[in-house]
C-alpha cells in the first residue's frame, strides 16, 4: 500500500463523502480549519451510529513556527443533574433520556475554531459554505454503510424505545440498509440554521429553545441555562519530548491526551533495538506502558477544576523512568481493566500554508443516549456516563462538572521538520493505537499508509463490550499469539481487519510541502489529496 501524495493540501476522515466535502473547501481556498469543520459536519450526518452534533469535540490547530492551539469543547453536567436524580442507581444508564445529562460542545468547537480562521488565519469562507455538503446530504439522503446497519441491528434492542430513535435511524420500523438512501430532513434545517445564525444559537438563539424544550419533553435532566451557560475553552496542549528529538502533542483533561503521551514516553524509554509493532517483543512493550500509563490516567484525568495533580509533573523525566522501571519486559503484569468505552470520528486536514488540525468529535457510545430529538434532528450523547455516582471519587458526578474523555486528537513534530497529523476513534484502543501508528512510523519501517492498515491490538474495553482481553488481530498469525500467551497476555484473537480497532487515519507534511496520507481499510474512509 503506497501512501496517498498531494502539495497543496490533504484531508483524512473515517467516511470518503466527509473527506471530499473538505477537499471541496481547500480547492475553494479555504484553509484546514474551514475544511474540518466541513468534514466534521459531514462526517455528523453521514456517520451518524460514530458522531452527531449532539456530542463533544476537542481539537488540535498547528500553524508553522507557532504554538499548537488546542480547543476543549467539552459540555458540563447540567444545573440540575445529581447522584439523587438517579436514585438507588448503582450507575448512570447508558441510554435513554437520563443519560442526556451533559451538554452537547460539539458545535461551539466549531464556532471557536471558526473565530481562530477568521482572527489569525485569514479565514474568509462563510460558514454556511462549510456546512454545504453537510446539509445537501441530511436533506436529500445519503447511502447508508455497511456499519451503520449492523451497529443499527446489535444496538436496536436497547435503543429501539429511546424517544425519538426509531422515528431518525429507521425506516417504517425496519433497520436501513447497505446502500439505501437515508435522509435527517430535521437536522438539514438545523444545519443550515446554524449556517445562517452562527455557531452560538445551538447555546443561546432559536436553536436553543427548541433544543430545551425536546430535552425536557425527552425526560433529560438538561434545561436553557445548561446551554447559555457553556463555552468552548482555548487550552495549551500537553507535549511530551522522546529521546529522538520527535515532539508528540496531544489535549489536557478531561481527555485522556496524558495516557497517549505517556505510552509513547514509557516505551520510548524501554525499547530495545528491532522492537516495533510488528513483532512480540514490541507488542508486549507497548502493552505494558499502557498498564502503567492507564494506571497514571485513572488516578489523575478528570474535570480540569478539580485535578488531584498536575498532567504535565507526569511527563517530567522523572515520572516517566519511574513508570518505565515498572514494566516487566519478560512477563505480563497484572490488569487493572480501567472502565471506559466510545464511538466517535477523528479527521485530519492539512493545508498549502503548511496549517494543519487534528480533530475528533464523539456521542461516546454508537447512537450516544438514543434520545433524538424531534425539532432539530439532534441525538445526543451519552457522556455523563462516565461520571461515579459515588460521592469522594475521582469523577464523581456533580452540577456543572466536565466528564471523562477517551477522546484525544494528536499530532508529532519530528526533528527533521516533518508534522504527523494522526488520531482514532475507539475508547480504551485511542492511545494504543495511536501508539502504534506513530511508533511505526518512526523505527517500524512503515510509510503512513501501511502503518494504520497493519495489523493491530486492543487492550480492554471499546464499542460498550464488557471484554477486558488482549485482543489481536488475525493477521499476525499463530507465532505471535501463542508468544503473547505464553508471556501471560489474555489474548483474544478478532477479525483481519476489525472495526473495533478503531478508525485511524494519519497525514505527514514533509518540509518541502509534500503531503502524505493513509487512511484505514477498517472504516469508509480515504485521503483526498491535491
Not at 502 to 517: F, Q, S, T, V, Y
Request: contains cysteine.
Amino acid at each position: 500500500m503506497k501512501p496517498i501524495l498531494g502539495t497543496r493540501g490533504a484531508v483524512v476522515a473515517s467516511h470518503s463523502l466527509a473527506a471530499q466535502a473538505g477537499l471541496d473547501i481547500l480547492r475553494d481556498g479555504g484553509n484546514a480549519i474551514e475544511a474540518t469543520i466541513a468534514v466534521a459536519a459531514t462526517l455528523a450526518v453521514v456517520y451518524p451510529h460514530m458522531t452527531g452534533i449532539g456530542g463533544d469535540g476537542f481539537w488540535l490547530l498547528h500553524e508553522p513556527g507557532k504554538d499548537i492551539v488546542g480547543i476543549d469543547a467539552c459540555g458540563r453536567a447540567g444545573s440540575q443533574v445529581t447522584p439523587a436524580l438517579y436514585g438507588d442507581a448503582a450507575s448512570i444508564p447508558w441510554r435513554g433520556p437520563l443519560a442526556a445529562n451533559t451538554v452537547a460542545g460539539t458545535v461551539s468547537g466549531w464556532g471557536a475554531a471558526y473565530a481562530h480562521s477568521r482572527d489569525v488565519w485569514g479565514g474568509k469562507l462563510p460558514l454556511s459554505r462549510l456546512l454545504e455538503s453537510a446539509v445537501a446530504y441530511a436533506r436529500d439522503g445519503f447511502p447508508v454503510t455497511h456499519s451503520q446497519e449492523e451497529n443499527t441491528r446489535a444496538k436496536l434492542k436497547d435503543l429501539v424505545n429511546v424517544p425519538g430513535f426509531a422515528d431518525h435511524f429507521l425506516r417504517d420500523g425496519q433497520v436501513p440498509v447497505y446502500g439505501e438512501r437515508h435522509r435527517f430532513p430535521a437536522l438539514a434545517a438545523t444545519l443550515e440554521r446554524i449556517g445562517q445564525a452562527g455557531t452560538d444559537d445551538f447555546y443561546r438563539g432559536e436553536l436553543a429553545k427548541s433544543i430545551a424544550a425536546d430535552l425536557q419533553a425527552a425526560g433529560s435532566p438538561l434545561v436553557a441555562a445548561d446551554l447559555a451557560a457553556h463555552a468552548p475553552e482555548i487550552v495549551e496542549a500537553l507535549s511530551v519530548t522522546l529521546k529522538d528529538g520527535t515532539r508528540v502533542f496531544n489535549l489536557p483533561p478531561p481527555t485522556q491526551g496524558l495516557a497517549s503521551l505517556l505510552i509513547l514516553a514509557i516505551h520510548d524509554r524501554i525499547r530495545q533495538e528491532g522492537w516495533s509493532p510488528d513483532n512480540v517483543e514490541g507488542i508486549h512493550a507497548l502493552v505494558e506502558a499502557t498498564k502503567q500509563a492507564f494506571i497514571v490516567r485513572d488516578r489523575v484525568v478528570t474535570d480540569p477544576n478539580t485535578l488531584p495533580s498536575t498532567p504535565a509533573s507526569w511527563l517530567t523525566d522523572e515520572a516517566i523512568a519511574k513508570l518505565a522501571a515498572a514494566v516487566p519486559v519478560d512477563k505480563a503484569s497484572p490488569w487493572p481493566a480501567p472502565v471506559s468505552d466510545g464511538d466517535t470520528t477523528w479527521l485530519g486536514v492539512v493545508d498549502s500554508e503548511g496549517r494543519a488540525v487534528s480533530m475528533i468529535q464523539s456521542i461516546f457510545f454508537e447512537f450516544g443516549s438514543g434520545v433524538v430529538l424531534p425539532g432539530t434532528g439532534i441525538w445526543w450523547q451519552n457522556r455523563g456516563c462516565s461520571f461515579d455516582l459515588s460521592p469522594g471519587k475521582l469523577r464523581s458526578l456533580a452540577p456543572g462538572r466536565k466528564p471523562f474523555h477517551t477522546l484525544n486528537p494528536a499530532m508529532a513534530q519530528r526533528p527533521d521538520g516533518k508534522l504527523v497529523v494522526y488520531g482514532t476513534m475507539g475508547g480504551e484502543g485511542q492511545p494504543q493505537t495511536q501508539a502504534a501508528v506513530l511508533s511505526r512510523l518512526m523505527y517500524g519501517g512503515h510509510n503512513v499508509r501501511t502503518a494504520v492498515s497493519a495489523p493491530r491490538w486492543l487492550l480492554g474495553r471499546t464499542w460498550a463490550e464488557q471484554s477486558t482481553t488482549l485482543k489481536i488481530e488475525r493477521r499476525y498469525g499463530d507465532d505471535v499469539v501463542e508468544r503473547l500467551r505464553a508471556l501471560g497476555h489474555p489474548v483474544e484473537v478478532v477479525a483481519e481487519f476489525d472495526e473495533r480497532m478503531g478508525h485511524a487515519g494519519a497525514l505527514i507534511r514533509h518540509p518541502d510541502g509534500l503531503i502524505e496520507g493513509g487512511e484505514d481499510p477498517r472504516s469508509d474512509g480515504q485521503v483526498a489529496a491535491w
